[in-house]
């Protein structure tokens, strides 16, 4: 049992008339007949709320998006007893953000149901605490009643229940924005259909010879659109990537456009998706492949993804993809490129994977660091110092490098996406869509 704040205050109310009561003989006689009362009433609230049972607990799902809000229920009925308010404390691990501590319980008849949201801020397996709920009936005391014991297991994925609703935004904010045209386009006729007889027309570097000769008619392959193109998402697993922004680092950030762009890419283009992972431990590969079942072990294996401390290994990973990568493919390679000197130590390697593939570099910008820049100018003359000073210049110095970055990039024939963390989802499905759309691999 514990008091509550109104125990207290009738306490005082009934010490300040006995107070009164040593000038006043009445008001003591009153004094004790509300002490009285206050007893009694002590009495009967501790009665009712040892009386009280409950029955019912938390309601979640099995696995819970990452940087998501996801939706937590707790009810429970009344069995025996009467209860007039209680509130809610649920222990969650500190991973799982939540803005308010004490959450009060709507009451329907002898239900009453508590509905909150949490955000996971780190991918694995978890145990939940115990949901405690605190009911009080006349409010004078009130009970702690464990509802939900400690010991619920739960995992939180890659964002994952909203990617077609994510899927079909971007889609439709890009036809608002650059038009739906449909215009015909040089097609990548690669894979072959049949061969048939020259009609005029046709083009002579088609021509069959063998089957010209075979067949005393001129003859010419038949080809079609090549329709399953290959997608993979490349992710460095290293030091660099695990800066944090908006509470998930940037590993997370891209794990999450990575699953996003799978999905588009497997359930409404119909592409072979892979996965690559690359740190200073060694490299994983997840060779492209269509259909539902590799969607499944892509989540899996973005699920398992560590945090590798140390510089990853970029010519390894040339290696990797000169053996598994036979065809041309469209590779998004997450990686933070913090300055020109480190990307001058690793283009000739980004060089290489473009000269077979179209190659589009995901390097992620920092909104604090603009703001940081910018302080010095829109700030007052009286609060511009030399160290404010000091730090804007530095800041914007690292600001024009993430420029210089994509400008040298772009120079060298390799797309380059720089995005703020918290749209990269956004922004890789949309970069996907335009290439994509002009068939640029």
């Not at 501590?101 to 909150?116: G, K, M």
């Not at 820049?373 to 404010?388: M, P, V, W």
């Not at 804007?392 to 797309?415: C, E, H, P, R």
Request: proline share 3%; with cysteine; net charge positive.
């Amino acid at each position: 049992m514990f008091l509550k704040k109104l125990f207290f205050i009738i306490l005082f109310a009934i010490a300040a008339v006995s107070a009164f009561g040593v000038k006043f003989d009445a008001l003591y006689g009153i004094a004790l007949v509300l002490l009285c009362l206050f007893v009694v009433a002590s009495l009967a609230d501790i009665v009712l709320l040892l009386l009280l049972r409950i029955d019912g607990g938390r309601e979640i799902v099995s696995k819970l998006d990452l940087g998501e809000e996801n939706i937590f229920s707790v009810s429970f009925k009344i069995t025996r007893g009467w209860l007039k308010s209680a509130y809610l404390i649920d222990e969650l691990p500190s991973e799982f953000r939540r803005t308010e501590s004490n959450l009060p319980f709507n009451r329907q008849s002898s239900i009453f149901s508590c509905r909150y949201s949490v955000m996971p801020s780190r991918r694995g397996h978890f145990l939940l605490g115990s949901s405690l709920v605190y009911a009080s009936c006349l409010g004078l005391f009130e009970r702690r009643i464990i509802l939900q014991p400690e010991g619920q297991e739960i995992d939180v994925y890659p964002a994952y229940s909203r990617l077609r609703e994510k899927d079909e935004q971007v889609r439709s904010r890009q036809n608002l924005t650059m038009g739906n045209h449909k215009r015909q386009l040089p097609a990548n006729k690669t894979e072959f259909r049949d061969i048939r007889e020259y009609v005029k027309g046709d083009d002579i570097r088609t021509i069959n010879w063998k089957a010209s000769a075979r067949t005393g008619h001129v003859m010419v392959n038949e080809y079609e659109d090549e329709r399953s193109q290959h997608v993979i998402n490349v992710i460095d697993c290293g030091t660099a990537m695990q800066r944090t922004f908006n509470s998930l680092s940037l590993q997370d950030h891209a794990i999450n456009a990575s699953l996003l762009v799978s999905y588009s890419a497997l359930e409404k283009e119909s592409d072979c998706v892979g996965i690559c992972s690359y740190g200073p431990k060694g490299i994983s590969f997840l060779p492209p492949r269509a259909g539902k079942p590799q969607f499944n072990s892509i989540m899996q294996q973005l699920y398992a993804l560590d945090t590798e401390y140390g510089e990853s290994d970029i010519e390894q990973l040339c290696l990797v993809i000169d053996r598994n990568v036979k065809r041309r493919s469209l590779i998004f390679l997450y990686t933070e490129i913090p300055t020109i000197s480190v990307l001058e130590r690793q283009l000739q390697f980004f060089k290489r994977i473009s000269t077979r593939n179209c190659l589009v570099i995901v390097n992620c910008l920092d909104r604090e660091l603009e703001g940081m820049a910018d302080r010095y100018i829109k700030g007052k003359q009286k609060s511009r110092t030399h160290s404010l000073c000091v730090e804007s210049t530095l800041a914007k110095d690292m600001v024009n490098q993430k420029q210089l970055i994509a400008d040298t990039l772009q120079q060298n024939g390799i797309y380059c996406l720089s995005i703020h963390p918290e749209s990269l989802s956004f922004g890789i499905l949309s970069k996907y869509i335009e290439l994509k759309a002009k068939r640029a691999w």
